[in-house]
């Protein structure tokens, strides 16, 4: 089965790091670009950040750019989310996605893109 399972997620401090992962099973992820996604009670679900398939092209909300980096490891089958300077409003479920026919990463098509597949979060808690 084409599955996506995120890790990672925790409570931590404001100011605080987290790494998320987003590993898939069922296919190899060398040919989808990647979407991170995040969604907080009362609030719409937002895209985050997302990576290319073959050119690494990257692309960050602004509420996270500066903060947040995503890499790739597809010998891994593994896309990640590094967290830094988090803040209480950064708290939210993540969720990793992607579309069958989504090559490139773009703000635009990280907000547009059909997603075929999601994982099922992980949460991510920022309090002091």
């Known amino acids: 089965q084409v599955q996506l399972v995120e890790s990672g997620g925790g409570s931590v401090q404001p100011g605080g790091s987290l790494k998320l992962s987003c590993v898939a099973s069922?296919?190899?992820?060398?040919?989808?670009?990647i979407g991170w996604f995040r969604q907080a009670p009362g609030k719409e679900r937002e895209g985050v950040s997302c990576?290319?398939?073959?050119?690494?092209?990257?692309y960050f909300a602004d509420s996270v750019k500066g903060r947040f980096n995503i890499s790739r490891d597809n010998a891994k089958n593994t896309v990640y989310l590094q967290m830094n300077s988090l803040k209480p409003e950064d708290t939210a479920v993540y969720y990793c996605?992607?579309?069958?026919?989504?090559?490139?990463?773009?703000?635009?098509?990280?907000?547009?893109?059909?997603?075929?597949?999601w994982g099922k979060g992980t949460l991510v808690t920022v309090s002091s």
């Open positions: 996605a992607t579309g069958e026919l989504w090559r490139v990463c773009s703000g635009s098509g990280l907000e547009h893109y059909y997603m075929d597949y």
């Open positions: 990576i290319s398939s073959s050119t690494r092209t990257t």
């Open positions: 069922g296919f190899k992820l060398d040919y989808f670009a």
